[in-house]
């Protein structure tokens, strides 16, 4: 089992900047982790992915997000970061860490759409305010 704990989540005010961060534990060095995540999603809407970081440190981003987010991860302490920069009220979502154990290799594509991750964290709100 992999548990995904998020951080970071907060209300600001447009033009501002957030950090999330999501912490891996409870798994074995029997798990590899092949790719992480961040997807978000608001009520009544499909859920979007964010970005994506794999075991090689290859990154991608959703195209609402590019130039703004910044997905990062620290090895030492089994943890990913989104550093998120220009917020703008459409940003306003309940974000989602999530991470692949079964696939070692998806397509940025797959890796945005989201139907290859196993773990998934409870999820945090970060809300934008205009």
């Known amino acids: 089992q992999v548990q995904l704990v998020e951080s970071g989540g907060a209300s600001v005010q447009a033009g501002g900047s957030l950090r999330l961060s999501c912490a891996a534990g409870?798994?074995?060095?029997?798990?590899?982790?092949?790719?992480m995540g961040w997807f978000r999603q608001v009520p009544g809407k499909g859920r979007e992915g964010v970005a994506r970081i794999n075991s090689d440190g290859n990154t991608s981003y959703g195209d609402s997000v590019k130039g703004r987010f910044t997905i990062s991860k620290d090895n030492s302490k089994n943890t990913i970061y989104l550093q998120m920069d220009s917020l703008e009220p459409e940003d306003t979502a309940m974000y989602y860490c999530a991470a692949d154990t079964l696939t070692p290799v998806m397509t940025a594509s797959q890796a945005l759409r989201g139907r290859l991750y196993n773990y998934w964290g409870q999820g945090i709100q970060v809300t934008v305010s205009s």
């Open positions: 409870g798994y074995t060095k029997s798990y590899r982790v092949y790719c």
